[in-house]
C-alpha cells in the first residue's frame, strides 16, 4: 500500500478544529495500521513561518505553496483568513494549477471560499456551514447548495458543513481509502460517530432545528434525541417545555415548522438507521432502542419514510456487510 499525501492548508485566523479534526482522524488511522502507516499528514502554509489560528494556537507548516509536494488529498478549512482578498487569490490561483494532480479536494465549512472561486464546484452540488450557505450560493449562484447536508461528495470534490462535520468527512475518507472497519475504529478512539458512507447525505437533525429556535424549545430537540425510548407524547412535551398542553402544539409548529409526532418520528427513524447500520442488534431490538412501540410499527414507518424496508436498508448499508 503507498502511503497518501494529506495536505492541509494553513492561514493566519484558521478555525481551529477545522485542521485538527482531519488532523487526528488520519494520524489515528495511522496509530492503528499494521505495519506501513497509509497517511502522511502535512499542513501547508500560504506563506512561510508560523500562522495563528482564530482560537489563538500558533501552528507551522511543514510546508509552503510553493514547495507542496504531489498531494492524493488536499484539505481546505474554514475561517476568516481564507476570505481575506490577497490570501484568496493567492491560494486560488495555486489551486487551479494544481487542482487536475490531486485526486480528492476537500472544503471543511468556510473552507468552501478558497474552492468556490476557481470554478472547480460550478454546477456541482455542495454544502458548508448553515450560517453562510446563503451568502454562498448568493455569490456562486452556480453552485447548488444543500444546506443541511453534514458532507457532500460530488466526483473529486467533497464539501463539509461545519467544524466538527470535518471529523464526519475525514472518517468518510478513511473508509473509502481503508474500509469501514477501518473506519469504525477510527471512530472508536475519537469517541464519535461513524456515519454512514461519503456520498450520501447526512443530516443532524436536532442541530438543524435547533438553529430555527430562540425561545425555551431551542434545547427540546436535542433533549428529544437523547431520550427517544422515553414518553414522546404531547402532554409529556410540554411539561418538559414548561407550557400547557394546549399551546404545545401551536408553539412547536411554529419553532419547528412540524408536528410534534411527525418530528419525532423523524428522530426515531433517524436513529435506527444508524442503529441497521453499524450494529447487529434484530430488528425488533432496534425498534425497541429507538422509541417505537412495536417492530411492525416500526416496520411501517421505515418503509413509509425511506422507501425501502429495515432488513433491506441494512442489507444496502450495514458495515458488517460492506467490509464481507
Not at 503507498?2 to 494553513?10: E, K, M, V
Not at 468556490?116 to 454562498?136: E, K, S
Not at 447548495?145 to 461545519?162: C, L, N, Q, R
Amino acid at each position: 500500500m503507498n502511503q497518501r499525501n494529506i495536505g492541509i492548508l494553513g492561514f493566519d485566523d484558521i478555525t481551529a478544529l477545522d485542521i485538527a479534526g482531519p488532523a487526528d482522524v488520519f494520524a489515528t488511522a495511522c496509530e492503528l495500521a499494521k505495519g506501513e502507516k497509509p497517511y502522511r499528514v502535512i499542513v501547508i502554509g500560504v506563506t512561510g513561518g508560523t500562522f495563528t489560528s482564530d482560537a489563538g494556537l500558533v501552528l507551522s507548516p511543514e510546508r509552503t505553496l510553493r514547495t507542496a509536494p504531489a498531494l492524493d488529498t488536499l484539505i481546505i478549512p474554514g475561517g476568516s483568513g481564507l476570505r481575506e482578498p490577497r490570501t484568496n487569490a493567492l491560494f486560488c490561483s495555486w489551486l487551479k494549477r494544481r487542482a487536475p494532480r490531486i485526486r480528492r479536494v476537500v472544503s471543511v465549512c468556510t473552507g468552501i471560499y478558497g474552492l468556490a472561486p476557481t470554478g472547480l464546484l460550478d454546477g456541482r452540488r455542495v454544502t458548508t456551514h448553515w450560517n453562510f450557505a446563503a451568502d454562498v450560493a448568493r455569490r456562486f449562484p452556480r453552485l447548488r447548495v444543500e444546506p443541511d447536508s453534514i458532507y457532500i461528495k460530488d466526483g473529486p470534490f467533497y464539501t463539509a458543513a461545519g467544524v466538527t462535520a470535518g471529523i464526519d468527512l475525514s472518517l468518510a475518507l478513511v473508509q473509502e481509502d481503508l474500509g469501514p472497519q477501518a473506519a469504525l475504529a477510527v471512530a472508536r478512539m475519537l469517541v464519535v460517530y461513524m456515519k454512514r458512507p461519503g456520498g450520501q447525505e447526512q443530516f443532524s437533525e436536532p442541530l438543524r432545528f435547533q438553529t430555527r429556535s430562540s425561545d425555551r424549545f431551542s434545547e427540546l430537540a436535542a433533549w428529544m434525541a437523547g431520550h427517544l425510548a422515553d414518553d414522546l407524547s404531547v402532554d409529556a412535551l410540554a411539561r418538559r417545555a414548561g407550557v400547557c398542553t394546549r399551546h404545545f402544539s401551536r408553539r412547536f409548529g411554529r419553532a419547528f415548522g412540524s408536528t410534534p409526532a411527525a418530528f419525532v418520528e423523524g428522530l426515531r427513524l433517524n436513529e435506527a438507521r444508524r442503529l441497521l447500520s453499524s450494529e447487529d442488534a434484530s430488528i425488533e431490538g432496534v425498534a425497541e432502542a429507538a422509541g417505537f412501540a412495536s417492530a411492525d410499527s416500526f416496520r411501517r414507518a421505515f418503509e413509509r419514510r425511506f422507501g425501502i424496508t429495515p432488513t433491506g436498508y441494512r442489507g444496502r448499508f450495514s458495515l458488517r456487510e460492506a467490509a464481507s
